[in-house]
């Protein structure tokens, strides 16, 4: 059964840095294209980076320069650093994963992300 664990949240200060990360199981990880997600109250989930298989990435322009986006092949896991971190960072994070050719997708349960002084 597939399973996204993520791990890493917590709470920073503005300016500050956090590394996210989500190990996978139950799926054929190099094979799936992994992104992070944003979750605020009362709003969709948001794309905030996103790898395909081959390592290429994508970010949106709020995040762009402040968040990379990585993967370890070998461990199943994928990574978000992020720094000079605002408090529009602040959310729910999730983790992603999408095989194109099985059209399989999963969700990880997120991890909270809190910006504060």
């Known amino acids: 059964q597939a399973q996204l664990v993520e791990s890493g949240g917590g709470l920073a200060q503005p300016g500050g840095s956090l590394r996210l990360s989500c190990v996978a199981s139950?799926?054929?990880?190099?094979?799936?294209?992994m992104s992070w997600y944003r979750q605020t109250p009362g709003k969709q989930r948001e794309l905030v980076a996103y790898?395909?298989?081959?390592?290429?990435?994508n970010y949106p322009d709020s995040v762009k320069g402040r968040v990379t986006i990585s993967r370890d092949n070998a461990r199943n896991t994928v990574y978000l650093q992020m720094n000079a971190l605002k408090p529009e960072d602040a959310g729910v994070y999730y983790c992603?994963?999408?095989?194109?050719?099985?059209?399989?997708?999963?969700w990880g349960q997120g991890t909270q992300v809190t910006v504060s002084a």
């Open positions: 139950g799926i054929f990880f190099s094979d799936n294209h």
């Open positions: 992603h994963s999408q095989n194109f050719i099985l059209k399989r997708e999963f």
């Open positions: 790898i395909t298989t081959g390592g290429s990435t």
